[in-house]
């Protein structure tokens, strides 16, 4: 009868959370200009010399293709529409694998890994920083 989510019991707090927040965002169109990330008609995420189109599955720094896996690419795509704000892995577990996910944190530690080792063509442009104890965020250097 218009249900869009639910949760069984027992739930953690930070699993409503990120449900409440996914909902949100459906309902609001989840602007990304309201989150601080610049946004062109052609759906462009623009943070620095980072260019990502959601759409195509592609990233650039620096003018340059860098090649990502689907889940690399959903990892720095959630970084990217939140920048300067730390996730924690939880929160990134949820958003890009899903709540049902049974792997550990360390798959997202891993891919993060990966992103950094991707994004070191122009390090001093755009870098996933760690929060000790917390999680993640992507530091945007203007030039």
Avoid: C
């Avoid at 218009?2 to 949760?7: K, L, R, S, T, V």
């Avoid at 070191?120 to 000790?132: A, G, M, N």
């Amino acid at each position: 009868m218009g249900a869009d989510d639910y949760i069984t019991k027992p739930f953690g707090v930070s699993e409503l959370l990120a449900r409440v927040s996914a909902v949100m965002r459906r309902v609001s169109g989840h602007s990304e200009e309201a989150a601080g990330v610049s946004v062109d008609k052609g759906n462009v995420i623009i943070l620095g010399q980072l260019e990502i189109y959601p759409d195509k599955y592609e990233v650039k720094l620096g003018g340059q293709n860098i090649n990502l896996r689907p889940k690399e690419f959903e990892v720095l795509l959630y970084l990217a529409r939140k920048p300067g704000v730390v996730l924690s892995r939880d929160d990134l577990m949820n958003v890009v694998w899903g709540f049902d996910y049974i792997g550990g944190q360390r798959t997202v530690d891993v891919h993060v890994s990966s992103l950094r080792k991707k994004l070191e063509l122009d390090p001093d442009s755009v870098f996933i920083d760690s929060i000790r104890g917390v999680g993640y965020k992507l530091v945007v250097n203007p030039k």
